[in-house]
Nanobody, 116 residues
């Protein structure tokens, strides 16, 4: 199983970034796809999730600014991040969790740094 993130980088506050996560080795549509982030000195937190049928869920701090999406045929998910704030800085991780709740996979992470 491989989850490969890309798209991180350095951006000024108010700017945008689009993260991608390409998946292989899993039945993509059978997994809830999520983005998590971990800021320095803080616990990893879930940012957004999307089910195989496209239902989405966001943590309150990113609602209205971030959009999660997926393409089951391309086995890829994305996170469009707009109006970025310094508090969005962290390592962003792609996560795939099977509906059975047992199989749970992580990408290696991609750094997002928002300068104020």
């Amino acid at each position: 199983v491989q989850l490969v993130e890309s798209g991180g980088g350095l951006v000024q506050a108010g700017g945008s970034l689009r993260l991608s996560c390409a998946s292989s080795g899993i039945i993509f549509s059978h997994h809830i796809m999520s983005w998590y982030r971990q800021a320095p000195g803080k616990q990893r937190e879930r940012v957004a999730s999307v089910t195989g049928s496209g239902n989405t869920n966001y943590t309150d701090s990113v609602k209205g600014r971030f959009t999660i999406s997926r393409d089951n045929a391309k086995t890829t998910q994305w996170l469009q991040m707009n109006s970025l704030k310094s508090e969005d800085t962290g390592v962003y991780y792609c996560n795939a969790r099977h509906y059975n709740g047992w199989d749970n996979y992580w990408g290696q992470g991609t750094q997002v740094t928002v300068s104020s």
